[in-house]
């Protein structure tokens, strides 16, 4: 099974794509789609779609998993990343009712064992499980693959993360 993860984002929006048979994970392939802070918000947006869209043609994943959006401080970025999430969704939905989200706190449990681990516990856990050489860059990126690995450790529950 072929799993894209999405860490949304406006100026930067992860993506990992991993393939698992449910206890094994192979790393396909991660990067982030990027948008320049002084490009008008329509434009952003449409970027957004268009690279999710390009993601989807590519790697042809048989279920989407992305990671809630969780602000405690500052509504208007909170926005602006939601529109970003919104528009990835709408690119996801039409490509597909494999749908999944999953918050920051259970990408952190599934993937460290703990949901209270930081940023570096997070990228270390992905690069082992993932047997690779380095950690994924850029950060949004490996949080993207955590969201895959997340939702291929998931899977059996499946049903109690899927966007209805």
């Known amino acids: 099974m072929i799993i894209l993860g999405i860490d949304p984002g406006l100026a930067i929006m992860g993506y990992g794509v991993i393939e698992t048979d449910g206890s094994r994970h192979r790393l396909v392939q991660y ?12 434009s952003r947006l449409l970027s957004i779609h268009t690279g999710v869209e390009q993601l989807l043609a590519i790697y042809k994943p048989d279920q989407i998993a992305l990671e809630e959006l969780f602000f405690a401080k500052n509504v208007t970025t909170g926005i602006a990343v939601g529109e970003a999430r919104g528009a990835a969704l709408v690119a996801a939905a039409r490509y597909t009712q494999e749908l999944y989200e999953y918050t920051p706190m259970q990408v952190k449990q599934a993937v460290t064992g703990t949901g209270r681990a930081d940023k570096t516990q997070v990228q270390a856990m992905v690069r082992a ?36």
Request: glycine share 6%.
């Open 129 to 164: 499980i993932l047997g690779m050489r380095e950690i994924p860059k850029p950060d949004d990126a490996a949080d993207a693959l955590a969201v895959a690995i997340t939702h291929a450790h998931s899977m059996r529950a499946g049903a109690l993360f899927k966007i209805v």
């Open 31 to 42: 990067g982030a789609l990027t948008t320049e802070a002084k490009t008008p918000m329509p």
